[in-house]
């Protein structure tokens, strides 16, 4: 919900997130952060989405 009212807000799909630090355990904030705890295959209801990220 924080990252969907961040880009409505602001109009940008970009997300800086930190190494080891605590984001959530939503798919979109882990696949944000790229920690490694969602494993494919997923069971039946969810779907994986590839969002773009870049490393600083």
Known sequence: MALTLARLHTGRF???TLRNAYH???QAVQGASNLGTWK??????YQ???IETSSV
């Open 14 to 16: 970009d997300v800086l």
């Open 24 to 26: 959530g355990l939503t």
């Open 40 to 45: 494919q295959p997923f069971p039946n209801g």
């Open 48 to 50: 994986s989405y590839s």
